[in-house]
């Protein structure tokens, strides 16, 4: 793929998020760091648990507040944080310059209002513009996404549409105020694998026309490689490894990175091959493992990799990995 501009839309520095429960405090994200440049796909991926739809959910202050909260770093939106703006600007930032496609679409969706008048609703808050400019631009948007009859569909309730459907209205919302950057939060999880080929289809063709930049969230590695530009790997609300795609599974570095990747059947395989397994779980974060948290499900684990908390390395530029076994830069 071809690199993204130079320039940093967003950039997470050293991000907390955390949940303070009755049963203790739950680390959600614990010091997370990384930038979105112009034009390109990030992926963020991990296994369910791992702090990735928190962190994009505390990209726009939309943890629930509480028992969440974010109590340490920063999330620097075009140069200015966005944790020092008041509400009311905030608010003209979410779904204008930034936008969001959550994982369930029907949950998304209110049940009670026709898909055009949620769409609707966006574009006059927005842009400011009258009912029936915002009707037909509702309607441009759910034919750009592949809507048929959308000037007939555009009264149509969300329970009218089948779950394909829902996610590319999803898309269309999204994208209504042509943001800046799109957080797309597992949005193929719930399809079949037809209908996921559709929408990544779809997001690559919108990404092109409008130049958004896109955060992709899943736990696919395949959608990752049909998709980034580069990777993200995030394990138990930590960043252990961020490279670019090719990188990334031509030559992971992080174990945790190296057993996602060996659990991916083989197309290509002459033999009958077992596919690898990560043993164990993610682990509890409210009292996560002292030192690397990866550490007990690691088979390269060390003494050391118990009691000390690995830096982050970069390895080569941009590929950045947060290990013990690359001190100095050098494998041990």
């Not at 943890?63 to 075009?78: F, R």
């Not at 395989?269 to 002292?290: A, D, H, V, W």
Request: hydrophobic share 40%; net charge negative; proline share 6%.
């Amino acid at each position: 793929m071809e690199d993204a501009a130079s320039n940093v839309l967003l950039k997470l520095d050293d991000l907390h998020t955390y949940f303070f429960t009755e049963d203790g405090v739950v680390k959600a994200v614990d010091g997370v760091t990384f930038d979105v440049k112009e034009g390109e796909v990030l992926g963020l991926v991990g296994e369910s648990g791992s702090g990735k739809t928190v962190t994009a959910m505390s990209i726009l202050n939309l943890i629930p507040q509480p028992p969440g909260k974010i109590v340490g770093g920063d999330i620097l939106w075009k140069g200015k944080s966005l944790l020092d703006l008041p509400d009311s600007e905030l608010r003209t930032i979410r779904g204008n310059q930034i936008a969001v496609v959550f994982q369930d679409p029907m949950t998304s969706l209110n049940p009670v209002l026709t898909i055009g008048k949620q769409i609707m609703e966006a574009i006059i808050l927005h842009q400011q513009v009258s009912e029936e400019e915002a009707e037909d631009k509702t309607i441009t948007l759910l034919e750009l996404v592949g809507i048929p009859d959308a000037a007939k569909r555009v009264g149509d309730y969300p329970w009218q549409f089948s779950g394909g459907m829902r996610q590319r209205v999803m898309i269309a919302l999204a994208l209504s105020c042509n943001p800046d950057l799109l957080i797309a939060d597992e949005p193929t999880t719930a399809l079949d694998v037809t209908i996921q080929a559709q929408v990544l289809k779809l997001m690559r063709e919108l990404k092109e026309k409008f130049q958004t930049s896109i955060i992709l969230i899943t736990h696919d590695i395949g959608v990752i490689a049909e998709m980034c530009d580069r990777v993200a790997v995030m394990y138990a609300g930590n960043i252990v490894e961020i490279a670019d795609v090719y990188s990334i599974f031509k030559n992971p570095k992080h174990p945790y990175t190296v057993g996602l990747l060996g659990a991916i059947p083989s197309v290509d395989s002459k033999r009958e091959e077992e596919l690898q397994t990560i043993p164990g779980s993610i682990p509890n974060l409210i009292s996560p493992p002292s030192g690397c948290r990866f550490h007990p499900r690691c088979t390269k684990a060390m003494p050391e990799c118990s009691t000390t908390v690995p830096a982050t390395i970069e390895l080569s530029p941009g590929h950045h990995v947060r290990c013990l076994l690359y001190d100095n830069s050098t494998m041990k």
